[in-house]
């Protein structure tokens, strides 16, 4: 289930895990968040999306792996002592999926104002915000809040094998 973050009349969603991708800052939601894992290396799984590196074991459950800078459309990141492995559960229209998600590092989990957060900025041109939730400040920089349900689009993930 979507929640607008823009609803006053919904309790405002506050809490993030901030994230590295390339030289952004990009933020989860805290409450998708289920733990983060040093770098271990995937097992591949052929003939799955570009995205889609392949599965790890977390506590004896196999967890498809997305790599969040091929999601986006950027190249492959190289693995250094930084990189992490979110594990996300998202809540989806007909389910709540478990996956992790290969980012270059983590920051911290901030707290960011529901006043202060702005929604996706009209450019005039077409662009592929659809990942966007919003945009906020953080220690004088800007922060891409990611629209999980759209990230993680059922059509999408409906070509990545079952693993469960």
């Known amino acids: 289930m979507e929640q607008d973050l823009f609803n006053d009349t919904e309790e405002p969603i506050s809490s993030y895990v901030t994230l590295g991708v390339d030289n952004e800052v990009y933020a989860v939601d805290v409450r998708c968040v289920r733990e983060i894992l040093e770098h271990r ?85 077409a662009w592929n915000s659809e990942y966007i939730a919003a945009i906020g400040r953080l220690h004088g920089g800007f922060v891409t809040i990611f629209n999980m349900q759209k990230l993680f689009d059922s059509t999408e993930l409906a070509v990545l094998p079952d693993v469960e």
Request: charged share 20%; hydrophobic share 45%; aromatic share 2%.
């Open 41 to 125: 290396p995937p097992v591949p799984l052929h003939h799955a999306p570009p995205c889609f590196v392949g599965v790890v074991d977390v506590r004896g459950t196999t967890v498809p792996v997305i790599d969040l800078s091929r999601k986006l459309g950027l190249p492959a990141a190289p693995v250094t002592v930084n990189t992490r492995i979110l594990v996300l559960e998202v809540p989806l229209t007909d389910r709540t999926i478990t996956v992790g998600l290969l980012v270059s590092r983590v920051f911290e989990v901030a707290e960011l104002e529901l006043g202060g957060l702005e929604s996706t900025p009209d450019v005039g041109i």
